[in-house]
């Protein structure tokens, strides 16, 4: 049915173990059970966000998601988190088949720990360099993301890092390209640059089996791509990473914590990993008023450039299937 892009993606399909090598982001309090059983459920591939969760938490979820899809999906780690090694021993209990190390360069003996149990490793890179280094010391996947995307965001264009990341890395690895895709002529595109699949977050965010808060979805269908704006950086010793989301009082929120966090760090109250913790801890906190209690003045309504292709609510099935039918269109043209 989509013959030329499941020929394209056949080796993202088989490494996931999916239909479709068509991932669904990690996005914290909204990628939870319902929506990852959905996805993997629609023949893509579900992660869960794990984000500031505790072990006990991460284990309910994960218990949980399997109850509702008997489908692959995996979890996403947060590598600055405490716990992240007990974090990672959940994951092996419930024999997780795929980890995402995201926010970082994963920490010593992290990638060894997870590929200990079997399960298979997909981490992110800034640079070339770091992404040759890592796929050639254990990780199994790389997902390169771009500017465009929602959430945590790198300095450097999707399209930019597919033309640097790809014909350096593809016929060798698995590479999955995520940031600014909202319809599937950029799916085929990518996939003949040489991408083994996708992955997206926005797109889904808002579909009918996301747990987001109406009012957080409502944000999302009313927004166009200008509206979705990285966070500014106020004070040059604080390197924050910027973050996009949909424009509100909440983005002016953000340049008041970061103040605060730089007079803390001038009296010597928190030196810079603290510093960059308690803005992490601000991000995660202002993303739940906004997706869970509906908090659309303040919250953080964290959001791609593609959000202004996101304009009703749609069950994660159909999604898909527009996205693979364009893919496919796109490639046979
Ligand atoms: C609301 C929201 C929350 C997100 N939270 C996380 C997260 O907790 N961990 C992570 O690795 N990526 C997170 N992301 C990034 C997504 O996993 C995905 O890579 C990104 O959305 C892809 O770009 P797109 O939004 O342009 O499709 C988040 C994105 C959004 C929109």
């Not at 030329?4 to 982001?25: N, P, S």
């Not at 990672?88 to 970082?104: D, E």
Request: proline share 4%; with cysteine.
């Amino acid at each position: 049915m989509y013959n030329k892009t499941h020929a394209l993606m056949r080796r993202g399909r088989e490494f996931l173990g999916t239909e479709h090598a068509v991932l669904c982001g990690a996005m914290s309090w909204v990628s939870e059970r319902n929506l990852v059983a959905a996805i993997s459920n629609a023949g893509g591939f579900g992660v869960i966000a794990c984000g500031a969760m505790t072990p006990e938490l991460l284990d309910a979820e994960i218990t949980a998601t399997k109850a509702l899809t008997a489908k692959p999906f995996g979890v996403n780690l947060i590598t600055m988190h405490p716990l992240l090694f007990d974090l990672i021993a959940v994951c092996a209990k419930h024999g997780v088949s795929h980890v995402v190390l995201a926010g970082g360069i994963p920490p010593k003996g992290s990638v060894e720990a997870i590929k200990d149990f079997g399960a298979k490793v997909l981490v992110f890179a800034p640079t070339l360099a770091l992404a040759k280094r890592l796929l050639r010391t254990g990780a199994d996947a790389l997902v390169i993301e771009g500017h465009e995307a929602g959430g945590h965001i790198g300095p450097v264009a999707t399209s930019v890092l597919a033309q640097e990341f790809l014909p350096e890395l593809a016929d060798e690895f698995v590479v999955f390209v995520a940031g600014g895709i909202g319809h599937g002529d950029m799916i085929g595109a990518y996939l003949e640059m040489g991408a083994s699949g996708v992955q997206l977050g926005t797109a889904f965010a808002c579909a009918s089996e996301s747990i987001a808060h109406p009012l957080f979805k409502q944000a999302f269908f009313r927004a166009n791509a200008r509206d979705a704006v990285a966070s500014v950086q106020v004070d040059p010793r604080l390197p924050v990473i910027p973050v996009r989301a949909l424009k509100n009082k909440g983005t002016e929120e953000f340049t008041a914590k970061q103040r605060e966090v730089a007079a803390m760090l001038d009296a010597g109250t928190v030196d810079m990993e603290q510093a960059q913790l308690e803005i992490e801890r601000f991000w995660a906190g202002a993303l739940r008023r906004a997706v869970i209690d509906g908090d659309v003045e303040n919250g953080s309504l964290m959001a791609g450039q593609s959000v202004g292709m996101v304009n009703s609510e749609e069950p994660v099935a159909t999604i898909m299937q527009r996205l693979m039918e364009q893919s496919e269109a796109a490639l046979a043209r």
